[in-house]
């Protein structure tokens, strides 16, 4: 059940040892014995049902309490195109609307009651379910999570209460800059792909009706899609045997899915211009990620370019450094660059900056995406990436939950069990110059679509500077 | 599959109840070490992954600032990431001669911007433009965030700090063979801070202020709220500050403000992990009994007046409307407080409770419904609600359904039902509380900072379970009174401004 792990030798760190004076803490610091960490993780013990549902089992019994993580392999962007909305809220009516047995306010009050934590969602490529409370009320907890999942009721008075909810939520989608920017951004950048859609419309709200959300609940949450992950406070014999009960007469999965439709997107330069009356610019610049998550060295080599240019390496990343502790234009500023085992993802940069230095801020940043192609980093950054990585590694390991969940992640997405290991692995041999060719390959700042929200009469100098600007009106914004 | 239980069965299997109990919080084996010279530490050893969480309090927050100086102590927060005279700097003599050079321009921009609509904009722009050279010079003996780049290096985690009414809190994790990197950091950090890059840092806290208030419909409404309730104490002034004042506060006010309340005697570290707690005594003495204590914190004697009559204001924005209707109630020791806790739960809490019930489940009326008190803890505070509509459903609407439904709590008690969820509830919180290293620690440091008792926190969870219908009861006909209320609603101003339609 344990595997060791190696990357407990990876972290052995010698320190020269200088004469120590006490008050400097230059002087301490060098003078750290860092003692190497003793440090096995626990490992998951897989199991498979007898249905071929596979179970990542984990006990830990510090705490009297269970922790139930079931992921599904689809999502929403498995349905046909006319139930996107319904999918985007399937699970909010497997909490809310009731089982064939108990009504809404019965599921509201056994959960409250009992102090359970049950939590749905359909997402877009997978979905999760997840159930936990105190391993007393392991009973209650279980039977009411499946019967959630297996027999949902959609009751007609809750799911008219979401769409009251869903419509109210379109009526105010424009009242801050962050949810202008997202969904502009999701439209410029991929049209109107399931992966892009964050908003039901009115349209879709006029079509929630039971049965169609039973079709979507069906073909997400069944057997054949899932993969089941329970850690803490319970036995391993009783809970196979309790999980095998409650699988009893759950059938295969019906058809009807369809595999996710490709996604192109947008390619620049372009630059897009939504106005909004606000003292502070949204800004966010980007294009396709190009890179796909696996065991290859372009991979790694753009994790550790995403952090030293705006991702994890916080205030030493340079955009933070340049456009909010030299310059002072923003308070948060930072890069993302997605990726996903069976496609590429996007990249782009964002911020939020003062009105008055908009065009200011978006050429320093359109020139810090560029720079990491022309201004080598060195090795010292890309040592601070591994470092960070490998130092930080037992904080991936701190409770049970968080060890399974990792293993249904990997299951779900394909990777294989030991994937923290030759991650780690992956970044450590990164070198300066494959991240300077990560991004000469998959940075291009010419080629961004460039995004701003905000009130150009406010602007330091007209956005056509950065280009030919288009102006999206908010109101053409779909979703 | 087996049959759920039913729901006449619940009441069954509720917990027993007695005024003596504990929870487990209360039980956990602190260790409490006090230095000389008032610095506190607790040290929790825990089972489970080498890491180790370090949070630490200090009693200097929001309320602890002095006219024309808002936003300081959060300002000062930010500053506390510049580094030292020996961490973030290539010279610290060179850097610090330059000091007087950078805040004489700053001071003459302070005294132009302060003419209002008479300052002369173009003198402005110069100032604000040498202003930035000068500091952009200072820069050649800066190592720009240094002490980030270490930490980040060790593997630290959750770097970071917050600014509230009453406390500050800075905070991260590290791996539990790199314990003693806390002990040389932070020792230097409140012993030795330079207040570097400080005019820069004023501009990103300005952005913070657009970003949190200036462009959020919700928070701006919060900041006129409570400036609408609180006419003398400071729990009415934005811990953010006032835009004004973010852009004038000079280096030595943060300095003064760093010098009357940065003292060891009052801060609380709560150390949290796999640690050994002798050597974390040991470093505890070696690295912080050697800075003099400070002057002891003062609270703050302003007391709040009572209210004579309900407050409206209403706060135009180009957004959907919402509405905040608070009460004044007691500070967070006061013996009601677990009464009106308990009774937040009662009216809000969950999907169950009497208000999400009627408002959101039956009538459709609202998105969502919150109850809470605050800002602070340790000052009378408002017990605030929050509520979104639907249209066509309006605030008005709403409004007078939440007091309908506090005058029907003042005439029928809670059912034993409603109770028992609510101490389940309790119950479970106790025990998940414990899960998370971080956590413990922050709990800790915050209980012991506020009320200079770590177990205190856990023992305000052990009074909620002994609060009875009565209690709720009493409260509810002590403060509720429309004229202890203020209400804040956000409408849109009568021009819709460009852009932003809906």
Redo the contacts between chains.
């Keep these: 059940m344990r595997a060791p792990i190696t990357v407990a030798a990876l972290?052995a760190v010698a320190v020269p040892l200088v004469a120590q004076q006490?008050t400097?803490?230059?002087a301490?610091?060098a003078a750290?014995q860092?003692?190497?960490?003793?440090?096995t993780?626990p490992t998951p013990k897989r199991v498979t049902l007898s249905n071929g549902v596979a179970v990542y089992l984990l006990e830990d019994h510090?705490?009297?309490?269970l922790d139930v993580e079931i992921v599904s392999k689809v999502g929403v962007a498995n349905l046909p195109d006319s139930l996107w909305g319904v999918g985007w809220q399937a699970d909010n009516l497997m909490r809310?609307g009731g089982t064939t047995?108990?009504s809404p306010?019965?599921v509201?009050?056994?959960?409250?009651?009992?102090?359970l934590t049950v939590f749905l969602s359909t997402g877009n490529e997978t979905s999760t379910a997840s159930f936990s409370?105190?391993s007393k009320y392991t009973?209650?907890l279980l039977?009411?999570g499946?019967?959630l999942m297996?027999n949902p009721r959609n009751d007609t008075s809750r799911v008219?209460?979401i769409a009251?909810?869903q419509?109210?939520?379109w009526?105010?989608?424009?009242?801050?800059?962050g949810s202008?920017l997202g969904r502009a951004w999701n439209q410029v950048l991929m049209g109107d792909h399931p992966l892009g859609r964050t908003q039901v419309t009115p349209q879709e709200i006029a079509g929630f009706a039971p049965e169609r959300f039973r079709w979507t609940q069906q073909r997400i949450f069944c057997p054949d899609n899932l993969v089941l992950g329970v850690s803490g406070d319970f036995s391993e014999r009783e809970m196979l045997a309790r999980l095998e009960?409650?699988f009893?007469?759950w059938g295969k999965c019906p058809p009807g899915l369809r595999p996710m439709p490709p996604v192109q997107f947008a390619r620049g330069p372009r630059v897009v211009l939504v106005?909004?009356?606000?003292?502070?610019t949204n800004i966010r610049m980007g294009h396709a990620g190009g890179v796909r998550v696996g065991n290859t060295p372009d991979y790694f080599a753009a994790q550790v370019a995403d952090f030293l240019l705006g991702g994890g390496?916080?205030?030493?990343s340079r955009l933070?450094?340049r456009v909010?502790?030299?310059?002072?234009?923003?308070?948060?500023v930072f890069s993302v660059w997605n990726a996903d085992t069976k496609r590429e993802d996007q990249f782009f940069a964002g911020a939020?900056?003062?009105a008055e230095k908009t065009v200011a801020a978006v050429r320093l940043m359109r020139d810090l995406v560029g720079s990491m192609a022309t201004e080598p980093v060195t090795a010292q950054d890309v040592?601070?990436a591994q470092?960070?990585e490998?130092?930080?590694?037992?904080?991936q390991?701190?409770?049970a939950g968080e060890i399974v969940a990792r293993q249904l992640g990997y299951a779900v997405d394909g990777l294989p069990a030991n994937w923290f290991d030759l991650y780690l692995k992956g970044i450590q041999a990164v070198t300066p110059d494959q991240v300077t060719a990560v991004a000469k390959r998959y940075l291009h700042p010419d080629q961004m679509v460039i995004l701003v929200v905000g009130?150009p009469a406010a602007f330091d100098k007209p956005l056509t500077e950065i280009g030919p600007v288009t102006r999206l009106p908010?109101?053409s914004i779909k979703r | 599959m087996r049959l759920l239980v039913g729901l006449t069965a619940l009441l069954a299997i509720a917990p027993p109840l007695g005024a003596q109990q504990t929870t487990p919080g209360e039980r956990l084996p602190v260790v409490k070490y006090v230095l000389p010279n008032g610095m506190t530490f607790l040290f929790l050893r825990r089972e489970g992954a080498p890491t180790v969480a370090f949070v630490t309090h200090f009693r200097a927050g929001g309320v602890d600032e002095w006219t024309g100086i808002s936003g300081t102590a959060h300002l000062f927060e930010h500053m506390l990431f510049k580094g030292t005279r020996a961490i973030g700097t290539k010279n610290y003599a060179a850097e610090q001669a330059m000091f007087p050079r950078v805040d004489a321009v700053a001071d003459s921009l302070t005294a132009e911007f302060r003419k209002g609509d008479e300052a002369d904009t173009t003198l402005l722009a110069r100032l604000r433009g040498r202003l930035h050279q000068l500091e952009d010079s200072a820069r050649q003996y800066v190592v720009s965030n240094e002490l980030d780049r270490i930490l980040t290096e060790n593997g630290a985690q959750n770097l970071n700090a917050s600014t509230g009414n009453d406390v500050t809190n800075y905070f991260f994790a590290l791996p539990a063979n790199r314990a003693k990197l806390w002990f040389i950091l932070d020792s230097d950090r409140i012993r030795n801070p330079v207040l570097r890059e400080f005019y820069s840092e004023r501009d990103v806290v300005m952005e913070e202020r657009r970003l949190r208030v200036e462009t959020s419909p919700g928070g701006l409404l919060r900041e006129e709220f409570l400036a609408a309730a609180y006419r003398a104490h400071p729990y009415g002034r934005p811990v953010v500050g006032v835009a004004s004042e973010i852009q004038t506060v000079s280096r030595t006010a943060a300095q003064e403000y760093f010098r009357r309340f940065y003292g060891p005697n009052n801060a609380v570290v709560a150390i949290v992990g796999d640690i050994n707690v002798d050597s974390m005594k040991a470093w505890a003495t070696r690295y912080f009994a050697d800075i003099p204590a400070g002057e002891p914190h003062r609270p703050v004697v302003t007391q709040e007046p009572p209210q004579h009559g309900e407050r409206r204001i209403e706060v135009e924005y180009d957004a959907n409307p919402q509405v905040l209707i608070g009460y004044h109630v007691p500070e967070a020791r006061h013996p009601d407080a677990p009464a009106l806790a308990v009774l937040s739960q009662l009216l809000t809490g969950g999907r169950t409770s009497r208000l999400f019930q009627r408002l959101v489940i039956k009538e459709r009326a609202a998105t969502n419904i919150f109850s809470g008190s605050g800002p602070g803890s340790l000052y009378p505070r408002l017990f605030t609600f929050t509520v979104v509509p639907i249209a066509p459903h309006t605030t008005a609407e709403l409004e007078g359904e939440i007091y309908e439904e506090l005058d029907r709590l003042k005439r029928e008690p809670p059912s034993p039902e409603e109770l028992q969820r609510v101490r389940n509830q309790i119950e479970a919180g106790a025990v998940q509380r414990l899960e998370d290293n971080f956590g413990l620690a922050f709990q800790l440091s915050s209980s012991e900072a506020l009320w200079y008792d770590w177990r205190q926190t856990f023992r305000d969870q052990t009074a909620l379970l002994t609060v009875t219908a009565a209690d709720v009861q009493r409260v509810a006909r002590e403060y509720f009174d429309k004229s202890n209320r203020t209400v804040a609603t956000l409408v849109r101003p009568a021009q819709p401004a460009a852009g932003g339609t809906n």
Aim: glycine letters at 6%.
């Design positions: 972290i006490p400097d803490p230059r301490q610091m750290l860092i003692p190497p960490l003793h440090f993780p510090s705490l009297p309490l809310t047995r108990l306010d019965s509201d009050k056994l959960i409250e009651f009992y102090a409370g105190l009973d209650q039977d009411l499946f019967d297996r008219r209460l009251a909810q419509g109210e939520q009526r105010r989608r424009n009242d801050t800059p202008v009960r409650l009893r007469g106005e909004k009356d606000v003292n502070q390496g916080g205030f030493n933070l450094q909010r502790s030299d310059s002072g234009f923003a308070y948060s939020q900056v003062r040592k601070l470092d960070n490998v130092n930080s590694f037992v904080f390991f701190q409770n009130k908010v109101d």
